[in-house]
């Protein structure tokens, strides 16, 4: 059973730092693109950040640009996402996805990712 698992969400201060880490089981998925994406009460999912199969290529949305890196390490079939400069306005759940695409870059479109973690709760406070 292919599993991914959030973990480091929490509660921060504004301008403080968290990092969260995806951890992959069932299967590997160093050869295919994983990203993160983020829901905040009330709103729609939005893409955060995406990365390649080998973490050669990287995207991230305008909203955390310069503040928020992602990041993988293919020996543990985990990915990371380094969030500093944290602002209230980036609590929300944050969920890992992981693409079954060989070989593409990376995916901004949460359809392009067949697997999803459970999601791990992000609150900024002012």
């Known amino acids: 059973q292919v599993r991914l698992v959030e973990s480091g969400g929490g509660l921060v201060q504004a301008g403080g730092s968290l990092r969260l880490s995806c951890a992959a089981s069932g299967r590997t998925f160093n050869d295919a693109p994983m990203a993160w994406f983020r829901q905040a009460p009330g709103k729609e999912r939005e893409f955060v950040a995406a990365?390649?199969?080998?973490?050669?290529?990287?995207k991230a949305a305008d909203s955390v640009k310069g503040r928020f890196t992602i990041s993988r390490d293919n020996a543990k079939n985990t990915v990371y996402l380094q969030m500093n400069s944290l602002k209230p306005e980036d609590t929300a759940v944050y969920y890992c996805?992981?693409?079954?695409?060989?070989?593409?870059?990376?995916?901004?479109?949460?359809?392009?990712?067949?697997?999803w973690g459970q999601g791990t709760q992000v609150t900024v406070s002012s």
């Open positions: 990365i390649n199969w080998n973490g050669g290529s990287t």
């Open positions: 996805a992981a693409s079954t695409v060989v070989g593409h870059t990376y995916y901004t479109s949460g359809g392009m990712y067949a697997y």
